[in-house]
């Protein structure tokens, strides 16, 4: 409806006034190239001079050297040697001089990094954690503890026979007691567990597994 | 977090530590937190070498962690920010030396090589580090004094101490300057014995304070251009008392009474500027200073002779529209840069009057406009009109300036600028990988047959093995690589005023 047949454009079009509104003229906007720009287009204007005093210099040096530093220091992470295959009579000296470097270990406040940076994480970790209920008094406090409930309940069952409600959400009550309490040791025990396998270090991580879960075939 | 962004902090952790940290900190800044069996997982890398790259980077700053909900493993995230950092190094160093002297600039040096480390490692290594060196003639106890005086001055501080934890949270911790005994420290010396005398403070160097200053100099300098010397000084005392009275980053700081400043003048005691001038007239360049100071300082109040504030952010934004200017005038030339600043004082203006008061031809006027519009110095804001009117004029389209949307687009501009440099600094060393090393070995021999005093002649020999040739294309390389490195320092500075722009909430 509003836009009156001029054009398949619709409203995308522009009208001859419209478009010298926006400065093209007659035949002007008809100049399409197809080429792609240029990948270096040239500049249109000499950037200006960097200033070069003392200062700079002074600045440019340092930055060198720090990142000299850098590199010479175990901070500087060196990729896994690759080989061609081509034995060369430096191959020698070039692995002496890798394996000095490959030794040292970046110096670092360890209490500031977490555990899994820390060298020899895997050996710190195994720390048994001692189960509550191992230890033979505790449990068999414990056992009372339960005993002595069982008994206050079935007591409470005889006296009140008439009041199954209220007795009843008693019940459920220490039900839940009961439950809590376990299900919190459950945890505690699944923690240590899970930590303990998590941290196997990863390093064997698709070497065996695959076999394993296949199983056999038959 | 933008895209240039992450190219940028991806070469610049090539250029310093290499490709495997370079891909660890691109992988944490594309997917942000993440523990490291991800990391391994996505780079595909062994963890060994991830592990190393994590270390590095936490040991630098440059990557933070908190515990993932398992407690026992961490979350590593990337600080962009910091990694950009490391190209502002250089200008630490260099203003500690303007400031302190050649000792502070090597305590500085040796702290930001190590990133953190106690006191007495610090001091004990320095010394032992110049020890031979006659020249420069470090003694300990000067070594020292140094320490107490910039910790003091807060350009060093204590490091965020950890609690015990499997991955420990970092709390910082208030600096306080350490009594350090000067005979435990030779002693240490002279035993090999450091195990000894090392506390548990450790301390690292505070790029806040050095920021402070930069933006000191900064705003220093621009009224000593726009006025003179002695307004200049005057700008310094009123910054200085900023400190006294406000937070260091306040958009405006506490008023400061004339009479305060008054006697600040009288103390100062500057070479570089007439003393007597700026006592007799400090009214009146304070006058000039309000008025002709680009709103870095105003008159609030009578109260205590007349109260001055600084305001820090009306500066960042001032001192951004001049780097805008510039920015315009050497991309697109000084017609252009008219139109921009037309639209800047009319903030909101037709097509039609932008020609008008411009000045400018028709077309090239609308040219120059719609490639502002394209580059995102300016924006288009369109009106309807009534539905009444025809169909030629559907809409005004408005064009102004929306001035944080420019400086976000002036920021990419420069970290895409950064990109390219460190890229091709990077390219240019790859290509004369070889010659490079060679110079550099030549230049070792030499230098330990120099120290070892072997015949000029033999020295010559071996400086020969350079050829003319490779000497000239040593020379080109280098001063190459020289100009990508100033332009760097350049764009940091740039970068450095945008920061402080967007630092105010806007």
């Known amino acids: 409806m509003g836009s009156r047949g001029r054009g398949r454009g619709g409203g995308l079009s522009f009208t001859h006034e419209q478009l010298q509104s926006f400065g093209i003229n007659r035949g002007e906007n008809t100049a399409t190239t197809l080429a792609p720009p240029p990948l270096f287009p040239k500049l249109e204007a000499k950037p200006l001079p960097l200033n070069c005093d003392a200062a700079t210099d002074y600045m440019v040096i340092v930055k060198d050297q720090f990142i000299e530093y850098l590199h010479e220091s175990p901070a500087y992470v060196k990729p896994n040697t690759r080989t061609d295959g081509i034995e060369r009579y430096s191959d020698k000296y070039k692995q002496l001089a890798l394996d000095a470097k490959r030794g040292k270990v970046l110096d670092c406040v360890w209490e500031n990094m977490p555990a899994e940076l820390r060298p020899q994480a895997n050996r710190i970790r195994i720390t048994s954690r001692k189960r509550k209920l191992d230890d033979a008094n505790v449990l068999s406090k414990k056992l009372q503890t339960l005993e002595k409930k069982e008994t206050l309940d079935e007591n409470n069952a005889t006296e009140n026979k008439d009041e199954n409600t209220v007795k009843k959400e008693n019940e459920n009550e220490d039900d839940e007691e009961l439950e809590d309490e376990e299900e919190q040791e459950y945890e505690i025990d699944e923690g240590t567990d899970y930590a303990n396998n998590y941290f196997d270090n990863g390093e064997d991580y698709d070497e065996e597994d695959d076999n394993l879960d296949d199983g056999p075939v038959y | ?506």
Request: hydrophobic content about 40%; overall charge neutral; aromatic content about 8%.
């Open chain 2, 1 to 506: 977090m933008s895209h240039q962004l992450g190219r940028v902090v991806s070469e610049i952790l090539h250029q310093y530590f290499g490709e495997i940290v370079q891909k660890v900190g691109h992988d944490l800044f594309i997917y942000g937190t993440k523990p490291i069996p991800m990391i391994v997982k996505t780079t595909g890398l062994p963890r060994k070498q991830v592990v190393d790259s994590l270390r590095t980077l936490v040991k630098f700053d440059l990557v933070s962690f908190e515990p993932s909900f398992n407690e026992v493993v961490a979350d590593y995230k990337l600080n962009p920010d910091n990694v950009l950092l490391l190209i502002r190094y250089p200008r630490y160093l260099l203003q500690i030396k303007t400031k302190f002297g050649s000792e502070a600039e090597i305590l500085v040096e040796e702290l930001l090589q190590q990133a953190s480390c106690t006191a007495s490692f610090l001091l004990v290594t320095v010394a032992a580090k110049y020890k031979d060196d006659k020249k420069k003639n470090i003694t300990l106890v000067k070594l020292r004094d140094v320490f107490i005086s910039i910790a003091t001055a807060r350009y060093i501080q204590q490091a965020p101490v950890a609690d015990k934890s499997e991955v420990p949270s970092l709390e910082p911790v208030a600096t306080i300057v350490p009594d350090i005994d000067i005979r435990q420290l030779a002693q240490a010396i002279a035993t090999d014995t450091l195990a000894d005398v090392s506390d548990n403070i450790y301390w690292k160097v505070n790029f806040d304070r050095f920021h402070q200053d930069f933006r000191d100099d900064i705003m220093v300098k621009a009224i000593t251009r726009r006025i003179d010397e002695n307004a200049g000084e005057l700008m310094h005392l009123l910054l200085q008392n900023m400190y006294l009275t406000s937070a260091e980053w306040a958009a405006e700081s506490n008023p400061t009474p004339v009479l305060d400043l008054r006697d600040a003048v009288d103390r100062a005691d500057r070479t570089d500027c007439d003393r007597n001038l700026l006592q007799q007239y400090m009214d009146h360049y304070l006058r000039v200073l309000e008025e002709n100071g680009a709103g870095f300082v105003v008159r609030v109040g009578e109260a205590g002779g007349g109260q001055y504030v600084v305001r820090g952010r009306d500066a960042a934004t001032q001192l951004l529209l001049a780097a805008l200017d510039h920015t315009v005038t050497e991309r697109l030339g000084s017609k252009a840069a008219r139109i921009f600043r037309l639209i800047r004082t009319k903030k909101y203006i037709e097509e039609d009057d932008i020609q008008k008061h411009a000045m400018l031809p028709n077309k090239e006027c609308k040219e120059l406009t719609y490639k502002l519009l394209e580059e995102h110095f300016i924006s288009i804001q369109p009106m309807r009109k009534a539905a009444s009117s025809g169909a030629m004029a559907k809409a005004v389209y408005l064009y102004h300036i929306k001035l944080h949307d420019v400086a976000q687009s002036l920021r990419e501009m420069c970290y895409r600028a950064l990109h390219n440099t460190l890229r091709r600094a990077q390219h240019t060393r790859a290509a004369h990988a070889r010659l490079l090393d060679k110079q550099r070995r030549v230049r070792t021999i030499v230098h330990t047959m120099r120290v070892r005093g072997e015949p000029q002649q033999h020295i010559d020999d071996v400086e020969e093995t350079l050829t003319p040739p490779e000497l000239s294309t040593l020379k080109d390389v280098e001063a190459r690589l020289k100009q990508l490195s100033a332009a760097q320092l350049a764009l940091d500075k740039n970068l450095f005023i945008l920061n402080w722009y967007f630092m105010y909430p806007h």
